[in-house]
Nanobody, 125 residues
């Protein structure tokens, strides 16, 4: 049984930082492209960042490029999302996601094989 479990969300002020973690089990982590998506209230789930199976290359949506950093530790089956200079518009539920065999620079929800349950990030102004 594949599980992706996110942690690290919370309530912060604009300009603060958070680091999300996603620990997986039941899959061969190093075979998967790992990514983060987010979904704000009333909006569709959208791509945030992805990391290839070896940790590079990484890709980001324009909204977070330069502020967020995705990384992974294949020895711990864990992917991270370091979020700096947070803005109120970053408020959303953040989801960890896994898929195999893509070199795409932008991912779509329909491509994802496995999802985590999500973790809430709220940024106050």
């Amino acid at each position: 049984q594949v599980q992706l479990v996110e942690s690290g969300g919370g309530l912060v002020q604009a300009g603060d930082s958070l680091r999300l973690s996603c620990t997986t089990s039941g899959l061969t982590f190093s075979d998967y492209v790992m990514s983060w998506f987010r979904q704000a209230p009333g909006r569709e789930r959208e791509f945030v960042a992805s990391s290839s199976s070896r940790g590079a290359p990484t890709y980001y949506t324009n909204y977070v490029s330069g502020r967020f950093t995705i990384s992974r530790d294949n020895s711990r089956n864990t992917v991270y999302l370091q979020m700096n200079s947070l803005k109120p518009e970053d408020t959303a539920v953040y989801y960890c996601a896994a898929l195999r065999h893509t070199e795409a620079t932008y991912l779509y929800t329909s491509w994802i094989e496995y999802w985590g349950q999500g973790t809430q990030v709220t940024v106050s102004s």
